[in-house]
Nanobody, 122 residues
């Protein structure tokens, strides 16, 4: 199995940018599609973005489209989430996931990281 560790979360102001990282170990991340989810207090976990193994296809939730960018560096075994123009509604715990199925739009996570907190003040 692949183990995932998120990092890069923190406290920022609305309009600021932040980059999250998801480092994989145990298996090479290139064997999996990668995705990001988030969960705000009192709300269900929701999909944010996903990226396929090699084709570079990506898919985003409407709420983050145009502001967030998912990317990967397989040489570093890492998937990233670049978050620009952050809003207070983006405040949540962000989770990284890996999937055996190589799909972006229909991403289903099989393995999960521990999460990293992102807090955006207005």
């Amino acid at each position: 199995q692949v183990q995932l560790v998120e990092s890069g979360g923190g406290l920022v102001q609305a309009g600021d940018s932040l980059r999250l990282s998801c480092a994989a170990s145990g298996r090479t991340f290139s064997n999996y599609a990668g995705g990001w989810f988030r969960q705000a207090p009192g709300k269900e976990r929701e999909f944010v973005a996903a990226i396929t193994r090699y084709s570079g296809r990506t898919y985003y939730a409407d709420s983050v489209k145009g502001r967030f960018t998912i990317s990967r560096d397989n040489a570093k075994n890492t998937v990233y989430l670049q978050m620009n123009n952050l809003k207070s509604g983006d405040t949540a715990v962000y989770y990284c996931a890996a999937a055996n199925r190589d799909s972006a739009r229909f991403f289903v996570g099989d393995y999960w990281g521990q999460g990293t907190q992102v807090t955006v003040s207005s």
